[in-house]
């Protein structure tokens, strides 16, 4: 993709369209939605297609994804067979235009930058259809994905929903097929004329904040999937305010004051990587009620605004520091292999870490953790704790997806949906990452608190004690470099004294306890002595 903003485009394309194409070159999308005029616009996607050749194209048949209240209604009596003609239909259609503009040569996109549409704002706040909601959008990801297309789900509305604040784990399944099939979570946010942020007081004299109400929905929802949102923008006739039709933001302002506002909710979307491109609500328009809300008069002012936020995502957090314990000393670490190997870090320079550690008892440590590998087959070897995840999130959602055996809390099996057969996962590192990927689902940083992570198994929830800012920046080190592995060992040591006198006396009992837990002491003791007597030949 060119920029890496998120700042996109919706487009519905109607009128001059030299000027849209204008407007596309001029703020460089990576994203464009289109509302289809048609079966199969052929002409339009080429042209979106040559004015942002890099850019993923969204492609919105109205009549199949919405046609109205009560046919959008008639998709969730059958929702499987619904989404799956659906999707078929949109496959057909799609196919018919690749037909047509390889026959006409004219220029197209990859299967892969093309995006298949969800039913367009489904009645979620009716809580009787959220399980056909939730199926419908779980079998669309899926019938996409074999067509070699994404598939934008949800889609879901903005507004205050019944519960207080919103709730998003009725779809956790569809989570989990977003994960597995690459798709993107779409959502709708509007907002009111004085901006994203307003603050009011209603009739009651509450104060009301409408950020996290109305925009910034998206807050509430801590599952580890991509979103688009692919509706965004004023919105007059919130709470009633103003009369539809035709309360878009030309209504109410210039502009230069609309792109600010764009601008203020930018930087707050900025701050969430799981966002990948916000669409304001509407450029250029076929019905003459969205007149006020199309964005092509407001062109050159998000030129000025993506210009003052810079086109790259604002930087993630830092990395640890190797520690610095009282009366250090220097020494080259003995690695995976023995005779006397360095750690390797990602400039191939050897690593020099002060400490006060037989080195030898860290190794033994490091070969009973993980036989000394930190990565497996080029991805990070962890351990989901199913148990420790029961104490981060409600009984029903954990109860849906994973199981252990309270004699043995160490145990686990985990099923992608209620529907599966319960699988174990411990002792395989590819259904480790599928229970952990069923797990980030739920909430991602919940389910890394609850993994071990390289070749020293640190638990997620020590990311403080060794050093990390959070846990998704030591899951991001770690999974990156084996240093940090070690960088991880000996913060988490050091920063115990029992546990570095331990280790100084070669008490392995203690050290058994200490770093691994009460679980099976003798056996973990006795396994850490063998080692270290095989490293120091004693």
Do not use: C
Not at 188 to 216: F, I, M, V
Not at 329 to 355: A, M
Not at 474 to 480: C, H, K, N, T, V
């Amino acid at each position: 993709m060119p920029n890496k903003h998120k700042l996109d485009m919706y487009l519905a394309p109607h009128h001059d369209p030299s000027k849209w194409q204008t407007y596309i070159r001029a703020i460089e999308p990576n994203f464009v939605r289109i509302l289809m005029p048609g079966d199969a616009p052929v002409d339009i996607v080429s042209q979106v297609h040559q004015a942002a050749p890099d850019a993923e194209i969204s492609l919105r048949w109205w009549d199949l994804d919405d046609g109205g209240d009560s046919n959008k209604r008639s998709k969730f009596v059958d929702p499987q067979k619904a989404a799956e003609f659906d999707v078929k239909e949109m496959a057909g259609r799609l196919e018919e235009m690749e037909r047509v503009a390889s026959k006409n040569g004219l220029p197209w996109p990859r299967r892969d930058q093309l995006w298949f549409n969800a039913a367009n704002e489904p009645p979620t706040w009716e809580h009787a259809l959220r399980p056909a909601i939730a199926t419908y959008n779980w079998v669309g990801i899926k019938r996409a994905n074999l067509f070699g297309v994404g598939y934008m789900a949800g889609e879901i509305a903005v507004g205050h929903p019944d519960e207080w604040p919103p709730t998003y784990e009725w779809l956790v399944d569809v989570f989990y097929n977003l994960i597995k099939y690459d798709g993107l979570l779409a959502l709708h946010e509007y907002w009111q004329q004085e901006g994203p942020h307003h603050e009011w007081t209603d009739a009651s004299g509450n104060t009301r904040k409408d950020w996290g109400a109305l925009a910034g929905r998206y807050t509430h929802l801590k599952a580890n999937v991509k979103i688009a949102i692919t509706e965004a923008g004023v919105e007059g006739a919130i709470y009633e305010r103003n009369p539809r039709p035709d309360v878009g933001w030309a209504k109410f302002m210039d502009p230069d004051a609309y792109a600010n506002q764009t601008k203020a909710y930018l930087i707050e979307t900025g701050k969430d990587s799981r966002i990948e491109t916000v669409l304001p609500f509407i450029t250029d328009y076929q019905d003459a009620q969205w007149k006020s809300f199309d964005t092509l008069a407001v062109g050159p002012s998000y030129v000025r605004i993506l210009a003052e936020l810079g086109s790259e995502r604002p930087p993630g957090g830092g990395t640890p520091t190797p520690p610095q314990p009282a009366e250090p000393t220097e020494t080259r670490l003995p690695w995976v292999g023995g005779g006397g190997e360095s750690v390797r870090p990602s400039d191939g320079d050897s690593v020099h870490i002060v400490h006060s550690l037989d080195p030898f008892v860290v190794r033994a440590i490091l070969d009973v953790e993980s036989n000394g590998h930190g990565f497996q087959q080029g991805q990070l070897v962890i351990r989901f704790e199913a148990h420790v995840f029961a104490g981060y999130i409600s009984k029903n959602i954990f109860d849906a997806h994973f199981r252990y055996d309270p004699d043995d809390p160490f145990s686990g099996w985990y099923r992608s949906t209620i529907h599966n057969e319960w699988v174990p996962y411990h002792d395989n590192q590819t259904r480790e990452w599928e229970a952990l990927d069923i797990a980030t689902a739920i909430s991602t940083d919940k389910a890394l608190l609850s993994t071990s992570m390289g070749s020293a198994q640190v638990m997620g929830f020590n990311y403080k004690r060794i050093g990390f800012p959070s846990v998704q920046e030591m899951y991001r080190a770690l999974g990156e470099d084996e240093t940090f592995h070690v960088i991880a060992l000996y913060n988490y040591v050091l920063s115990d004294p029992k546990l570095v006198e331990a280790i100084q006396a070669k008490d392995w009992r203690t050290i058994a306890t200490l770093y691994n837990g009460t679980g099976a002491v003798d056996l973990y003791a006795a396994r850490l002595e063998k080692s270290y007597k095989e490293f120091t030949n004693g």
